[in-house]
């Protein structure tokens, strides 16, 4: 339901639609709709506003955040892009991200790496303009 009212708000023109559009776009009722929207404002994915359409009271609902964009090199360091068992592997199988070594690895490597560079921004005074 979420990612639905999320694609719906990204692919219009400003990112905010009617809440009274919204329910009769994905084909569900207004009190579904009115209790996601409420629970993504409470996470501050989505803003509400009192809106009057033709003598009716709706809300304009307005996508607050951006789209998160993921990119391979943000994740190419995790070791299941190259494992020859991810087909087998699943969470409560014998082989599992839950007891996976290489996986614990590479997330320990990518958190060392990220520590590193976090503490090098300290020790680096910031550039001079
Ligand atoms: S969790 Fe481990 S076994 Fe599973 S796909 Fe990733 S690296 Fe392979």
Known sequence: MEEKLIKLLQSSADRSLLQSDLWKSINSNS???????????????????????????????????????????????????TCPDLTRCGMSQPISPENCIKLTMSLRNEYLKYQRAEELKKTVPPEKK
């Open 31 to 81: 009190r579904e709709v009115s209790r996601a929207l409420s629970r993504m404002e409470k996470r501050g994915i989505v803003k509400r506003e009192p809106f009057s359409k033709d003598s009716h009271k709706t809300y304009k609902v307005m996508l607050l955040k951006k789209e998160v964009r993921v990119q391979i090199s943000d994740v190419v360091w995790c070791s299941c892009f």
